[in-house]
């Protein structure tokens, strides 16, 4: 079975940092790349990055890619995400993705939630001000 359990969430004071891990099981990182969305109360899941089993790495938003640090670890089939200088608007929860493919997708008309074929529970976190 394919199962994807994301950790390390929690509760952070505003310019501190927070390191998501999510594991994988059922499959290997060979044949997926691995996705961070995140959803606010109220709003749309957003896609955070991604990366590919050699290290290619997608930031879907430029202004994210400043603070935030998408890594892997192939030998635990773990993907990392390293949250730096958290805002309070960085407050969701942060859901870890894997989708088929050797690349990561780029979404063309359609939201990138969409491109992705396993989804985690999610991992709150939470910045205060």
């Known amino acids: 079975e394919v199962q994807l359990v994301e950790s390390g969430g929690g509760l952070v004071q505003a310019g501190g940092s927070l390191r998501l891990s999510c594991a994988a099981s059922g499959f290997t990182f060979g044949s997926y790349v691995m996705g961070w969305f995140r959803q606010a109360p109220g709003k749309e899941r957003e896609a955070v990055s991604c990366i590919t089993s050699s290290g290619a790495t997608t930031y879907y938003s430029f202004y994210m890619k400043a603070r935030f640090t998408i890594s892997n670890d192939n030998a635990e089939n773990t993907v990392y995400l390293q949250m730096d200088s958290l805002k309070p608007e960085d407050t969701a929860v942060y859901y870890c993705?894997?989708?088929?493919?050797?690349?990561?997708?780029?979404?063309?008309?359609?939201?990138?939630?969409?491109?992705?074929?396993?989804w985690g529970q999610g991992s709150q976190v939470t910045v205060s001000s």
């Open positions: 993705a894997a989708a088929t493919g050797s690349w990561c997708p780029i979404p063309r008309g359609q939201s990138a939630s969409l491109l992705y074929d396993y």
